[in-house]
């Protein structure tokens, strides 16, 4: 079983749908958990950063964290055909103190937005 | 801009051959990092280097060798013993190993074994 399992897709919506991006993992160890955007043919970047559990948001985006169910998710409000990307969950545990598996990515969710 | 350039793009390669990647950065990071991306699979972290002249070997350094000679610069070669070299590299660096997790990617190279 991977640490991280993320739903590969695609995952196809019309514009304006409201856009849910799920990641569960195992390690109970992780408290840093990242979402990063990668077009195509390109290197990802990071898109949201949240600690533990709970909710954050940036514009139309809401990253939230459910440890107690190790569940992760990324909303999109209001999708646009500029979003259509792959989605990858990151997570990170603690302390920092070592690069070694810095961070244990999920293995993408390929979002198409159509027009 | 500050950023990090990987070149070449894309790549091929006869089986047997050595290939080196290169990774310059500008943003003045201490950390870098290199990542493997394959298809259906999560990035896997190859080798990674806190400091100049120092590099630890990640999940899968087997078959790749790195150095560190200058903070601006971290170049992978892929040498003939890795098994299944085909994949997208990503280089990537951080402020220092405590922010690892907040990473600044290149725009990657795309390797093909003939």
């Known amino acids: 079983q991977k640490e991280v399992e993320q739903d590969p897709g695609p995952l196809s919506v019309p514009e304006g749908a409201i856009v849910s991006l799920n990641c569960t993992y195992s390690?109970?160890?992780?408290?840093?958990f990242m979402w990063y955007r990668q077009y195509s043919r390109k290197g990802p970047e990071l898109l949201m950063y949240?600690?533990?559990?709970g909710n954050k948001e940036d514009g139309r985006f809401t990253a939230q964290v459910d440890k107690s169910s190790k569940y992760i998710s990324l909303f999109i409000r209001d999708s646009q055909p500029s979003d259509s990307a792959t989605y990858l969950c990151a997570m990170r545990g603690y302390p920092f103190d070592t690069g070694r598996r810095a961070l244990t990515f999920g293995s993408g969710t390929r979002l198409q937005v159509q027009p | 801009d500050g950023g990090i350039t990987q070149s070449p793009k894309y790549l091929f390669r006869k089986e047997g051959q050595n290939v080196t990647l290169s990774c310059e950065q500008n943003l003045n990071h201490d950390a870098m990092y290199w990542y493997r991306q394959d298809p259906g699979q999560g990035l896997r972290l190859i080798y990674y280097s806190q400091i100049v002249n120092d590099f630890q070997k990640g999940d899968i350094a087997e078959g790749y060798s790195v150095s560190r000679e200058k903070k601006e610069s971290f170049p992978l070669t892929v040498t003939s013993a890795q098994k299944n070299p085909t994949a997208f590299y990503l280089c990537?660096?951080?402020?220092?190993?405590?922010?690892?997790?907040?990473?600044?990617f290149g725009a990657g190279s795309r390797l093909t074994v003939l």
């Open positions: 949240t600690y533990s559990s």
């Open positions: 390690n109970s160890a992780f408290q840093y």
């Open positions: 990537a660096s951080s402020t220092n190993i405590g922010r690892a997790n907040v990473l600044t």
